[in-house]
């Protein structure tokens, strides 16, 4: 910062002594003098103003400020604001989780999945391979029906067996039953391993947040088949007769498998659980019957 000095005159100073002229000094009067000069000084300055063209004031341009026609959405992260806890490392998670997550439900279906091990690790992997379309039947093993898939006949068309949705009644009531808003919380609470956890996938740059939305966006986009869905057997499987459920990907095949009854109730739980995490409605894709 620059600070300039005060230059005044120190009219205290001893050694300042003005000399006025005094009737007694015998010198001409310089006043005429000095009223000589005034008077050429203000012709002067008068004909600089009558005959030097005056200068033009600077251009100024108005800017107006133009709104975008269509302003960015403001997006903010997944779930409510809660208060930070001292989590242990990654490695280290899982009698945390389980313990919150108990207070959340205890239900068989719940209970069978907390006594396996790096569960926030294998939450992460399920949301990656559902947000790519891919079935995480794979990391839910412990949740995998006991009973094997049955079909029936009706006249010439293969259905499947009320019996094998059935199997999934369990879990499609445990989805249901959890607090979409007691989720939120813990999805905020456990956010920072969440993303360690999705680092480690190949995501140096983390996102959680879109992934968990990416799957959840995907299954509710899952079509509601009207109706029994047909069958046509292979060599060791059955597929879709409809074409257009055929095409389906592998994680909305494995929501179509929990039959008529179930996936209304996960649909209506993961839309409400969306919502509480922040999802706008308007990223929401609503039920769509296949006729």
């Given at each position: 910062m620059n600070h300039a000095d005060d230059l005044r005159l120190n009219e205290s100073d001893p050694s300042f002594q003005p000399r006025f002229p005094g009737p007694s000094d015998d010198r001409p009067p310089v006043w005429p003098w000095l009223a000589g000069l005034a008077v050429i000084v203000a012709i002067g300055v008068a004909a600089w103003y009558l005959w030097w063209p005056a200068p033009k004031p600077p251009a100024t341009s108005t800017k107006v400020a133009v709104a975008p026609a269509n302003p960015p959405e403001t997006r903010t992260g997944l779930g409510p604001s809660v208060p930070a806890i001292d989590l242990p490392a990654l490695d280290l998670t899982d009698p945390i989780v389980r313990d919150l997550v108990r207070r959340l439900?205890?239900?068989?279906?719940?209970?069978?999945?907390?006594?396996t091990d790096g569960l926030i690790r294998n939450f992460v992997v399920c949301v990656q391979s559902v947000a790519e379309g891919n079935s995480p039947a794979a990391q839910l093993?412990?949740?995998?029906?006991?009973?094997?898939?049955r079909v029936t006949k009706t006249g010439t068309r293969v259905i499947a067996d009320a019996r094998s949705f059935a199997r999934y009644d369990g879990i499609a009531d445990t989805v249901a039953a959890l607090d979409a808003n007691g989720l939120a919380r813990l999805y905020s609470t456990l956010k920072p391993r969440l993303e360690d956890a999705y680092k480690e996938l190949g995501h140096p740059e983390g996102g959680i947040d879109a992934a968990v939305e990416a799957a959840i966006v995907h299954l509710l986009g899952t079509p509601v088949v009207a109706g029994d869905a047909g069958l046509s057997p292979r060599t060791l499987s059955y597929h879709y007769a409809?074409?257009?459920?055929?095409?389906?990907?592998?994680?909305?095949k494995q929501l179509l498998r929990m039959g008529p009854r179930n996936q209304p109730l996960v649909q209506k739980a993961l839309h409400d659980i969306a919502r509480a995490l922040g999802i706008a409605e308007k990223r929401l894709p609503a039920p769509h019957a296949l006729q």
């Open positions: 439900s205890s239900r068989p279906e719940v209970m069978a999945w907390l006594a093993k412990p949740l995998a029906p006991k009973d094997r898939f409809d074409q257009r459920l055929e095409a389906v990907s592998a994680a909305q």
